[in-house]
């Protein structure tokens, strides 16, 4: 992939955090043990749906594959970010840039995409139930899983090759990591092929998000008469809704800001904002579905009983 980079730009140096020694040794070991959480809890959740044949149900694989995403999006951020906070100087290569940003907000995408698909498994299983093992089959659930990563990571990867096709005039990162589109404001040259696309990409997963509330005002009007389907929509899409307000109102933060946010904006709170989705979901996401959803709860249970058989 040809990179032309004014003033031979061959590493970006990004905004590192402003404190002493003594309290970046406070945030990495935070941090560490945040990473920690995120790897035991996710593992924990995606081995008790593999492990436990009453759990091979459609929702509780597409459980497992938002997990699977936080560790994928995790994996993108956490292992540069802890060696910034015992570095002086907080600089990434070329490539490294272009990688993280990838790994991140492909990330995002496939979060909103698989929360989509969760949404759409739930309007069957609650509006069709009769009908609910004849369409989500196993080849369907398939290509929906399919569909909730290739399509993120397709869309990102068409961003990072615009963008580093980009000739650049600067290398300072006003961030804790990388973004695309913190790459493509350095550039000299014209970004109007890569503002549509993005606004495309952007414009795609907000219908995403207008989808599920779609979905989920369907399912609250269509058990407004019966009690028992009330209570039945509430406890398997609290979960659900929970981790879509999160993920769309920081990704959402994060996007505009990045576009047109003001620099007098207090830096220590725009940090914590813009790593809000990056902490925040892949802990939250199992936390919520495993301790909500009883089956999940019951089963993970059952595993640590019958231990030497799992």
């Given at each position: 992939m040809p990179i032309d980079v004014t003033y031979n730009t061959s590493v970006f140096i990004l905004s590192g955090i402003s404190a002493t020694w003594e309290n970046r040794y406070i945030f990495f070991c935070i941090s560490f043990l945040c990473?920690?959480?995120i790897i035991s809890v996710n593992l924990t959740l995606i081995f008790t749906v593999l492990l436990r044949k009453a759990l091979h149900e459609p929702m509780y694989i597409f459980l497992c594959s938002l997990c699977a995403?936080?560790?994928?999006g995790s994996t993108g951020f956490y292992p540069k970010f802890?060696?910034?906070?015992?570095s002086e100087l907080h600089v990434i290569s070329y490539a490294g840039c272009i990688i993280q940003a990838f790994f991140i907000y492909s990330s995002v995408l496939c979060d909103v995409s698989i929360l989509t698909v969760m949404a759409y498994d739930r309007l069957v299983a609650i509006c069709?139930?009769?009908?609910?093992?004849?369409?989500?089959?196993?080849?369907?659930?398939t290509k929906l899983i399919a569909f909730s990563w290739i399509a993120p990571l397709s869309s990102m990867g068409f961003l990072v090759v615009f963008s580093s096709a980009l000739t650049l005039c600067g290398s300072k990162i006003e961030k804790l990591y990388c973004e695309n589109w913190a790459?493509?404001?350095?550039?000299?040259s014209s970004t109007a092929t890569y503002n549509v696309f993005a606004y495309m990409v952007i414009f795609t997963y907000m219908g995403h998000a207008v989808f599920i509330i779609f979905t989920y005002t369907k399912l609250f009007n269509s058990s407004i008469k019966c009690i028992e389907d009330r209570r039945k929509v509430i406890h398997t899409c609290t979960p659900h809704l929970v981790s879509l307000i999160n993920v769309t109102v920081a990704f959402l933060f994060d996007t505009m800001y990045s576009r047109y946010g003001s620099r007098d904006f207090p830096q220590g709170l725009r940090h914590f904002l813009a790593l809000e989705f990056l902490v925040v979901p892949p802990l939250l996401n199992p936390l919520i579905y495993g301790l909500k959803l009883t089956k999940v709860r019951n089963e993970f249970l059952q595993c640590i009983k019958n231990n030497v058989n799992c």
């Open positions: 990473y920690l959480l995403n936080c560790l994928y802890l060696s910034d906070l015992l069709r139930p009769l009908e609910y093992h004849a369409v989500m089959t196993k080849r369907t659930v790459i493509v404001k350095l550039s000299c």
